[in-house]
T-cell receptor
Framework: DQQVKQNSPSLSVQEGRISILNCDYT??????FLWYKKYPAEGPTFLIS?????DKNEDGRFTVFLNKSAKHLSLHIVPSQPGDSAVYFC??????????????FGKGTKLSVKP | GAGVSQSPSNKVTEKGKDVELRCDPI?????LYWYRQSLGQGLEFLIY????????KSGLPSDRFSAERTGGSVSTLTIQRTQQEDSAVYLC?????????????FGQGTRLTVV
């Protein structure tokens, strides 16, 4: 049973426009959410995170929004650039069971930004 | 280097052989994670070590998989009697203080091919 879901396997956006990547989760015990970016043949790299006590976190062109009641978060990239083309993974963690701090990832969304 | 180091970067093995994959986390990081990414799939959680706590092994796909972390630092993931479906990129990550901030840093991965 997937606890973190990214329902769109791919997304294509024109350069300069906004990219919106979505993520849903099922476990209400998650209290920290992260986005990672992965290029081919490289390990994922951390992009931005948000604590459950906030509903928005912004870092340059990247903003993450959290809707706890809907168990939904999204990553906005504006303006999108061709170099943003990568696979984006949503991840969640929390204190539950005996696995405090464990990171659970979604399946990823492949973003293509076209010039 | 200061990052997470994994070795080997590539491993080709014959079906039925045992393999060992190594991860050197960032010095001082108490948490260490193993994930794998099969072709076209997301990041599948395998095992999580946090300090001196018992590891979370809930992601290991079968009893052919095991991992240990010696002295709270280097970790080895062992796959016994490898099968073709074990072919994947195995990723290791480490983080400093899970809980409030669980940004994990990933290595480049080990690409395992079972022939």
């Amino acid at each position: 049973d997937q606890q973190v879901k990214q329902n769109s396997p791919s997304l294509s956006v024109q350069e300069g426009r906004i990219s919106i990547l979505n993520c849903d989760y099922t476990n209400s015990m998650f209290d920290y959410f992260l986005w990672y970016k992965k290029y081919p043949a490289e390990g994922p790299t951390f992009l931005i995170s948000i604590s459950s006590i906030k509903d928005k976190n912004e870092d340059g062109r990247f903003t993450v929004f959290l809707n706890k009641s809907a168990k939904h978060l999204s990553l906005h990239i504006v303006p999108s650039q061709p170099g943003d083309s990568a696979v984006y993974f949503c991840a969640a963690s929390g204190s539950y069971g005996g696995s405090q701090g464990n990171l659970i990832f979604g399946k990823g969304t492949k973003l293509s930004v076209k010039p | 280097g200061a990052g997470v180091s994994q070795s080997p970067s590539n491993k080709v093995t014959e079906k039925g052989k045992d393999v060992e994959l190594r991860c050197d986390p960032i010095s001082g990081h108490t948490a260490l994670y193993w994930y794998r990414q099969s072709l076209g799939q997301g990041l599948e959680f395998l095992i999580y070590f946090q300090g001196n706590s018992a590891p979370d092994k809930s992601g290991l796909p079968s009893d052919r998989f095991s991992a240990e972390r010696t002295g709270g630092s280097v970790s080895t993931l062992t796959i016994q009697r490898t099968q073709q479906e074990d072919s994947a990129v195995y990723l290791c990550a480490s983080s400093s203080i899970p809980g409030l901030s669980t940004e994990a840093f990933f290595g480049q991965g080990t690409r395992l091919t079972v022939v």
